[in-house]
Each structure stands twice: as structure tokens, then as C-alpha cells.
């Protein structure tokens, strides 16, 4: 009985770990399409684990003190879609340039530069202005 509750233990631990490495972002391109689903959710805590630097100090407000923020997402995202449309590296880090559409038709494109952290994990760490 207790080979087979330990071992049960074990598949579920092994599982567990298994879901949490793969929620991390393998690539700059993957985190931000991450980080896109998060905004659709309205889900600020993963938005919040794939930020870093100037690009999460500039939203930290709105991340943790707005508790209307998630819904004001959900309902900004509602229908939209991520276009990647280049990654490139840059002598910062990996740059992903993006575009959404938006439900209404307009569409927005955005640069990030993107910095693997003490980790190795991807975060998105400040906006690229032309």
C-alpha cells in the first residue's frame, strides 16, 4: 500500500513539474505569444512573470493596485489576434515586432526586446521605439 501511494505521489509530482517547465516560454517569440493569451485573460500574475525592467516597471501600478485591470483586458482583447511578424536579435537581446488585430478591425503593432533573466527564463524587459 505504500509502494503504490508513494508512487502515485511520484507520477503527480512528475506532472507537476512537467506543466511548469512548460509554461515557460522557450523562445522571445513564444514568451510574448504568452503574454498576449495572458491579456486576453486578464490573467496579471502570468503577465506579471514574463516582465521584467523598464517594460514591467512602467505597468507595475496597473498590475498590482488596479483590481479592475483584468476585466478592462478581457474585454480590450476579446476577439483579437497576435501576428508575429519578425524576431530578430539585436545587441540587447531578441527583438519581436508584433501586430494585433482587433475585433473592430484596427490594428496595432508593437516592438519588444526580449532578455533571457538569472533564470534563463524569457522576459519582455521594454518597448522598442523606432
Same mark, same amino acid.
Given at each position: 500500500m505504500k509502494k503504490r501511494v508513494l508512487c502515485v505521489l511520484a507520477v503527480a509530482w512528475f506532472m507537476g513539474e512537467t506543466a511548469l517547465l512548460a509554461a515557460e516560454p522557450a523562445s522571445p517569440d513564444?514568451?510574448?505569444?504568452q503574454f498576449f493569451e495572458a491579456s486576453k485573460n486578464g490573467d496579471t500574475a502570468r503577465m506579471k512573470q514574463l516582465m521584467a525592467g523598464s517594460f514591467y516597471n512602467q505597468r507595475k501600478t496597473l498590475l498590482e493596485n488596479n483590481t479592475t485591470y483584468p476585466d478592462f483586458l478581457r474585454k480590450h482583447y476579446d476577439g483579437a489576434r497576435?501576428?508575429?511578424?519578425?524576431?530578430?536579435?539585436?545587441?540587447r537581446g531578441w527583438v519581436v515586432e508584433l501586430r494585433t488585430k482587433f475585433a473592430d478591425g484596427t490594428v496595432d503593432s508593437n516592438k519588444f %526586446? %526580449?532578455?533571457k533573466?538569472?533564470?534563463?527564463?524569457?522576459?519582455i524587459v521594454q518597448d522598442v521605439y523606432p
Open positions: 513564444e514568451c510574448v505569444a497576435l501576428q508575429i511578424t519578425n524576431v530578430r536579435e539585436d545587441r %526586446l %526580449l532578455q533573466d538569472a533564470t534563463g527564463s524569457w522576459k
